[in-house]
């Protein structure tokens, strides 16, 4: 872990629990590992997900831990006013986006000699982390609250994880970073308080997505990306500043961090004239149908995507983001409520700018479908003809 340095400060430093000397200035901040130099490299080869440039990867010694992950794909949707793109990151082999930070996380962990991984989880990451520990042969304990999900919970056991379930979140994210202290598990995620983000190395595995869609969708102005401690939206960022760097891509796009009006750490931090207050700024975040997403503090780590991109962050309010759940099912796309945050951001922007804008899809609905509305016609066991016609079938058949 040498090669993690503070991208605030310029230390060097060690571990997971971020910089020391930022958290004695009050501002919590994310190791990170050097940029990868992709000087050389032809973004029209490349092959697409976590290890199709294995190289460019902290972890690019560790033995390769994938379900195959990545290279999904890009789906357009209807927008008013501009181009509005979907990267259906619910494709992956668990159904999210985490997948691809536990290909690389899990990996860095075997290097590590890690025989137990650890991450609080409310979900997709818990589930991820399961199923790629089981694939590299070690244990995967999960830290969770109550009212984790029963899709999720189900997932988790069946990956062979072994789960703790807390009644009071801050208590979850302290037991966890105790096991990883006094137990010597490997961390795969956000275990301090206030929150830093996640294990860098694990976070190196989404820069592909910036890869993916720099060679996919090259004229995208915007990148919309569901936030809660910005491990994915700093993951973008950086494999967008490794291709520029590179002169790969003229510009990188500007990155939206998408967030639910219940938690807009980010939408406050940046309404803040001084970096010295958007630095520490924190809200009280609410319960929210999209409670993988918003946070009670702006991450530094995603602050400096926005800044360096020239990004902003927006937020929406539930009736606004499960409206936008509703109708993307009814196109054929399925999305958790979180991935519909960014869908309804990324479509304001599409309205006000007439830009073309991608939205992350975090993570396929299945795990939290939308209520269908009130109007299907209720049928008994053994419809009659004249009551399938009422719902739509052609009366020739």
Same mark, same amino acid.
Request: hydrophobic residues 45%; negative net charge; charged residues 20%.
């Given at each position: 872990?040498?090669?993690?340095?503070?991208p605030?400060?310029?230390?060097?430093?060690? @571990?997971f629990?971020?910089?020391?000397h930022?958290r004695?200035?009050?501002?919590p901040?994310?190791l990170?590992? #050097?940029?990868?130099?992709?000087?050389? !490299?032809?973004l029209d &080869?490349?092959p697409?997900g976590?290890?199709?440039?294995?190289?460019?990867?902290a972890?690019?010694d560790a033995?390769v831990?994938?379900?195959?992950e990545?290279?999904? #794909?890009?789906v357009?949707?209807?927008a008013?006013?501009g181009d509005?793109?979907v990267?259906l990151?619910?494709?992956?082999?668990t159904g /999210? *986006? !985490?997948?691809?930070g536990?290909?690389?996380?899990?990996?860095?962990a075997?290097? *590590?000699?890690a025989e137990?991984?650890?991450l609080? /989880?409310? @979900?997709n990451?818990?589930v991820?982390?399961?199923?790629?520990a089981a694939?590299?042969g070690i244990?995967?304990?999960?830290?969770?609250s109550?009212g984790?999900?029963?899709?999720?919970?189900?997932?988790?056991?069946?990956y062979?994880?072994?789960l703790?379930v807390?009644e009071d979140?801050?208590?979850?994210?302290?037991?966890t970073?105790h096991a990883v202290?006094n137990?010597?598990?490997?961390?795969l995620a956000? %275990?301090?308080?206030p929150?830093?983000?996640?294990?860098?190395?694990a976070?190196?595995? %989404?820069?592909?997505?910036?890869y993916e869609?720099?060679r996919d969708l090259?004229?995208?102005?915007?990148?919309?990306v569901?936030?809660?401690r910005a491990?994915?939206l700093?993951?973008? *960022?950086?494999?967008?500043?490794?291709l520029?760097?590179?002169?790969?891509i003229?510009?990188?796009?500007?990155?939206v961090?998408?967030?639910? &009006?219940?938690?807009?750490?980010?939408?406050?931090?940046?309404a803040?004239?001084?970096? *010295?207050?958007?630095?520490? =700024?924190?809200?009280e975040r609410?319960?929210?149908?999209?409670?993988?997403?918003?946070?009670?503090n702006?991450?530094?780590?995603?602050?400096?995507?926005?800044?360096?991109?020239?990004?902003? &962050?927006?937020?929406?309010?539930p009736?606004?983001?499960m409206a936008?759940q509703a =109708?993307l099912?009814?196109?054929?796309v399925?999305l958790e +409520?979180?991935?519909a945050?960014a869908?309804a951001?990324?479509?304001?922007i599409?309205?006000?700018?007439g830009?073309?804008?991608?939205?992350i899809g975090?993570?396929?609905?299945? !795990?939290?479908?939308?209520v269908? #509305?009130?109007?299907?016609l209720?049928?008994? +066991?053994a419809p009659s003809l004249a009551?399938?016609?009422q719902?739509?079938l052609?009366?020739?058949?």
């Amino acid at each position: 872990m040498s090669e993690l340095s503070c991208p605030r400060c310029g230390r060097d430093g060690s @571990g997971f629990a971020g910089c020391t000397h930022c958290r004695q200035e009050g501002v919590p901040v994310n190791l990170r590992p #050097p940029l990868a130099d992709l000087r050389g !490299k032809r973004l029209d &080869a490349f092959p697409g997900g976590v290890w199709g440039w294995p190289d460019a990867l902290a972890c690019s010694d560790a033995p390769v831990v994938t379900l195959g992950e990545g290279d999904t #794909p890009v789906v357009q949707i209807a927008a008013e006013g501009g181009d509005l793109f979907v990267k259906l990151e619910s494709l992956n082999p668990t159904g /999210s *986006h !985490k997948d691809r930070g536990m290909a690389a996380g899990v990996s860095a962990a075997v290097r *590590h000699g890690a025989e137990t991984v650890v991450l609080a /989880s409310s @979900g997709n990451a818990g589930v991820s982390a399961a199923a790629y520990a089981a694939q590299a042969g070690i244990t995967c304990v999960v830290t969770s609250s109550e009212g984790l999900l029963p899709y999720f919970k189900s997932q988790m056991l069946a990956y062979g994880a072994k789960l703790a379930v807390f009644e009071d979140p801050a208590l979850r994210t302290r037991m966890t970073g105790h096991a990883v202290e006094n137990l010597g598990w490997y961390p795969l995620a956000n %275990f301090v308080l206030p929150a830093v983000g996640g294990n860098p190395f694990a976070n190196e595995g %989404f820069k592909s997505i910036a890869y993916e869609l720099a060679r996919d969708l090259p004229d995208a102005e915007y990148v919309v990306v569901p936030t809660c401690r910005a491990d994915l939206l700093s993951g973008i *960022h950086r494999g967008y500043c490794e291709l520029e760097a590179a002169g790969l891509i003229p510009r990188a796009p500007r990155l939206v961090a998408a967030e639910t &009006a219940t938690g807009a750490a980010f939408v406050a931090a940046m309404a803040l004239d001084e970096r *010295h207050a958007q630095e520490r =700024a924190e809200v009280e975040r609410q319960p929210s149908p999209a409670f993988s997403i918003g946070s009670d503090n702006a991450t530094w780590q995603g602050l400096d995507a926005l800044w360096a991109s020239g990004g902003s &962050a927006l937020a929406v309010d539930p009736p606004t983001f499960m409206a936008e759940q509703a =109708a993307l099912a009814r196109g054929g796309v399925l999305l958790e +409520a979180s991935s519909a945050v960014a869908v309804a951001v990324a479509r304001q922007i599409v309205a006000a700018t007439g830009s073309c804008v991608v939205a992350i899809g975090t993570a396929s609905g299945v !795990k939290d479908p939308p209520v269908p #509305p009130k109007d299907d016609l209720d049928v008994t +066991a053994a419809p009659s003809l004249a009551q399938l016609a009422q719902l739509g079938l052609p009366h020739d058949q």
